[in-house]
């Protein structure tokens, strides 16, 4: 071995060379024999033509190399121009903004929920439906509690009276309505009666879109007529988030029975009261003064036709005054808790009259009232 | 004196074969060659030759010697110039290496 590496190095070039190509040939041999043995074994076993195709449908499959072509001589970029055509809206939306424009005007996510359901809202105030009348289906709701009441109209009451008087309809009211977390809602209705606005259910009510916006009526755009006929039907109290009336029923669990009774107060005057009357009554603060002058009122108002007793229900006449009175004093309650309360409306103005004058002496009726006498 | 230096070739290249399929040098030059023919299309160009060879003598009649035969010439004047640089130079370095030892 050792000997045969030593005559190895003792080759020349020449030799090496030769040794090189026959390596090299041997190789290829080797190659050629291989690629021989593959093509026998696929003859013999049938695969050897199997890729073959005839040369007409070979053409059908030639590479497309043209510009503006893929291989397979299509336009690649046609996909650009399409148009979609939204099936809510009908527009025709390029296909890539089709998908947020979708979710947009379906009202899918959040946000657009809230946009889509007020326009709902909307066009279902247009109809003015009164299906839902008897819609109960918020009666176990965990936001309306009784035992609320007290403090949240005391909190209320704070709260309010310093805000600005604004006109009804001024354009800042919808400004000013955001501000103190809903309590503000005396400025978007009147600015002479506090007590117009639910106190109880709404005030602790954590979800404001919950029921307000598919049930409630904008009432600044109802006429008088629509107005009563309304108030003698349905709840009709005006929510503070939504600034939209109630349409359940009278009996509705939403709201109680005295903020039913002050937004018919403040909208038809002190006669018109619920029907039924009955939870009120264990207020302390009864005076009878201002009970036996509601009296008189109700005896020169005894002929008005918008009466809750034309509605239908059941209770009639013979409880207005008491309805009268414990409104009333009810307001006078709200009123000694705040002396300054000055803008109180109808009744309260009646009652509190003779202990101070009010500062913008409050019409004791609004004006629709005036209409119907 | 020649008969002596005929069998002394012999005895060398017999030696040289011998380190190559040792080291593993040769599976890896025949591994090379292969992949570079398939990369140039040489085993394409064999392949289109073959079927015309078959198709002339009929399916039935093909025999392994019938196809080297027909194959091998062709297929060793096939094999690109580049191939055959690459390799002969791989050869030469392994000589070069194990001559000088």
Redesign the interface.
């Given at each position: 071995m050792k000997m045969e590496e030593m005559s190895l190095s003792g080759l020349d070039n020449s030799k090496l060379e030769a040794i090189a190509q026959e390596i090299y040939a041997d190789l290829v041999e080797d190659s050629c024999l291989g690629f021989c043995f593959e093509v026998h074994r696929a003859v013999k076993c049938g695969y050897f033509f199997l890729d073959d195709t005839d040369p007409d449908s070979m053409k059908d499959f030639e590479i497309v190399d043209q510009p503006g072509l893929d291989i397979f001589g299509q336009v690649f970029n046609q996909w650009k121009s399409k148009e979609c055509v939204c099936p809510n809206c009908s527009r025709s939306i390029a296909a890539s903004r089709f998908a947020p424009h979708l979710e947009k005007c379906l009202g899918m996510g959040r946000n657009s929920s809230r946009i889509a359901n007020r326009r709902i809202a909307n066009s279902n105030n247009m109809n003015k439906s009164e299906s839902d009348q008897e819609d109960n289906d918020d009666i176990n709701d965990n936001d309306w509690s009784y035992g609320s009441e007290k403090k949240a109209k005391k909190r209320k009451s704070d709260k309010l009276w310093y805000l600005p008087f604004q006109n009804p309809n001024s354009p800042r009211r919808s400004k000013s309505l955001k501000h103190k977390n809903g309590f503000s809602v005396c400025t978007s209705a009147s600015n002479t009666l506090p007590l117009l606005f639910s106190s109880s259910g709404e005030l602790s009510n954590s979800d404001p879109f919950k029921y307000s916006h598919s049930t409630g009526i904008s009432y600044e755009t109802l006429g008088p007529e629509e107005l009563r006929s309304l108030l003698t039907t349905q709840c009709g109290v005006i929510s503070e988030h939504t600034k939209k009336m109630c349409t359940r029923s009278l009996r509705c669990p939403q709201h109680t029975d005295e903020q039913r009774r002050t937004v018919r107060i403040y909208f038809l005057g002190p006669s018109a009261v619920l029907p039924e009357v009955d939870s009120a009554l264990d207020d302390g603060g009864f005076d009878m003064a201002d009970s036996q002058a509601l009296l008189s009122r109700l005896q020169w108002d005894g002929s008005s036709d918008l009466s809750p007793s034309d509605s239908g229900s059941s209770k009639t006449s013979e409880n207005q005054g008491w309805g009268l009175g414990t409104n009333s004093s009810e307001s006078r309650k709200t009123k000694k808790k705040k002396s300054h309360l000055s803008l109180v409306g109808a009744t309260s103005a009646l009652g509190s009259s003779k202990k101070k004058k009010p500062k913008p002496p409050a019409p004791p009726t609004p004006s629709i009232y005036d209409d119907i006498n | 004196m020649v008969v002596s230096k005929m069998n002394?070739d012999a005895?060398?290249?017999a030696?040289?074969?011998q380190k190559?399929i040792e080291t593993g040098e040769?599976e890896r030059?025949?591994e090379l060659?292969?992949a570079k023919?398939i990369e140039c299309g040489w085993?394409d160009q064999?392949?289109a030759h073959?079927?015309e060879v078959?198709k002339e003598k009929g399916?039935e009649h093909?025999?392994?010697d019938d196809?080297?035969a027909e194959?091998?010439p062709k297929?060793?004047a096939l094999?690109p110039d580049s191939v055959?640089k690459e390799?002969?130079q791989r050869?030469?370095t392994f000589?070069?290496q194990?001559?000088?030892?």
């Open positions: - | 002394k005895q060398m290249r030696a040289i074969n190559l040769r030059l025949k060659l292969r023919l085993k064999l392949k073959c079927k078959i399916l093909v025999t392994v196809l080297v194959i091998t297929g060793r094999v055959k390799l002969l050869i030469r000589l070069a194990h001559a000088s030892l």
